[in-house]
């Protein structure tokens, strides 16, 4: 038996054994000589054969589905880090994590900080479908963002102000569109990435153009260089970072670029900001 197959079987064995069968809704009469659920409950309530759960729960060699383990983690009441845990130990790829259950309006204060303490460097905190969640004071004073703004990909195309600021924009926007279809790529079937695909096309058709080609680039790390009309020219490394707690959430900060005066540019409005009136 493989590693993974042995931490599969023990992972199963663990979940069943702290589920007590009145939970749900199974007879408790008799003597039970192991606590919990017994496999063949198990089994019953995710509908699959006794002989197949067994199996499984043995560490055999056998095919599973999507739909099989999902039963599964219904049945035994997985968490979503159980049930992503169970897609691996399973030999498949987890799940995305489900948009409703991460994205929401709440942000957690200590976020909130982290997006606060960045400043004044710009700092902004965005789904997985590139949709604005929270930004910094100091993203709206450099990128020229403003209420209307509610997703990256669309601001950098219909954003006029956001747009004449980038000094490389037409030659920056291939790789942007490449790099957003790498993150669509991972969810295909997401009807989420398909509504920014369809809204933005039908505005822009720099986007479509571009969109058509197909091209694949990689999300990360960038070099991201502005000019602002009272800071003057303004280059940044751009590094995006996943929120552990949050897997649909992730921070893109913006660092001054070693060699360049943009550290010391960006202090001055704030210099004048804090000054007495």
């Given at each position: 038996m493989t590693p993974r197959r042995a931490q599969l079987r023990d992972f199963l064995r663990t979940r069943r054994a702290r589920i007590a069968p009145g939970e749900v809704g199974m007879a408790t009469a008799g003597r039970r000589r192991t606590?919990?659920?017994?496999?063949?409950?198990?089994?019953?309530?995710?509908?699959?054969?006794?002989?197949?759960?067994?199996?499984?729960?043995?560490?055999?060699?056998?095919?599973?589905?999507?739909?099989?383990?999902?039963?599964?983690?219904?049945?035994?009441?997985?968490?979503?880090p159980e049930r992503a845990h169970l897609y691996v130990l399973a030999g498949l790829n987890p799940p995305p994590p489900r948009a409703d259950a991460t994205r929401g309006d709440e942000i957690t204060p200590e976020l909130r900080h982290l997006l606060e303490a960045w400043t004044p460097r710009p700092a902004i905190l965005r789904d997985r479908y590139w949709h604005l969640?929270?930004?910094?004071?100091?993203?709206?004073?450099?990128?020229?963002?403003?209420?209307?703004?509610?997703?990256?990909?669309?601001s950098f195309f219909t954003n006029m102000r956001y747009r004449r600021a980038h000094l490389h924009w037409a030659a920056v926007a291939p790789s942007v569109v490449a790099a957003f279809r790498a993150d669509a790529a991972h969810a295909p079937d997401d009807p989420?990435?398909?509504?920014?695909?369809?809204?933005?096309?039908?505005?822009?058709?720099?986007?479509?153009?571009?969109?058509?080609?197909?091209?694949?680039?990689?999300?990360?790390?960038?070099?991201?260089?502005?000019?602002?009309?009272?800071?003057?020219?303004?280059?940044?490394?751009?590094?995006?970072?996943?929120?552990?707690?949050?897997?649909?959430?992730?921070?893109?900060?913006?660092?001054?670029?070693?060699?360049?005066?943009?550290?010391?540019?960006l202090e001055r409005p704030r210099t004048r900001t804090a000054a007495p009136a």
């Open positions: 606590p919990g659920l017994r496999r063949e409950e198990v089994a019953a309530l995710a509908g699959v054969g006794v002989s197949w759960y067994t199996w499984l729960e043995q560490g055999r060699d056998i095919n599973v589905s999507t739909e099989v383990l999902d039963a599964i983690g219904r049945a035994l009441r997985l968490t979503g969640l929270a930004i910094n004071d100091a993203a709206r004073w450099v990128f020229g963002f403003d209420d209307a703004d509610h997703h990256c990909l669309i989420g990435f398909g509504r920014v695909i369809k809204e933005l096309s039908a505005v822009s058709p720099e986007f479509a153009e571009l969109w058509a080609r197909h091209d694949v680039g990689t999300p990360g790390q960038a070099v991201k260089a502005v000019r602002h009309p009272e800071a003057g020219d303004l280059v940044f490394d751009m590094t995006t970072l996943a929120v552990v707690d949050h897997p649909d959430r992730y921070l893109e900060l913006y660092n001054p670029r070693p060699g360049s005066e943009t550290a010391a540019r």
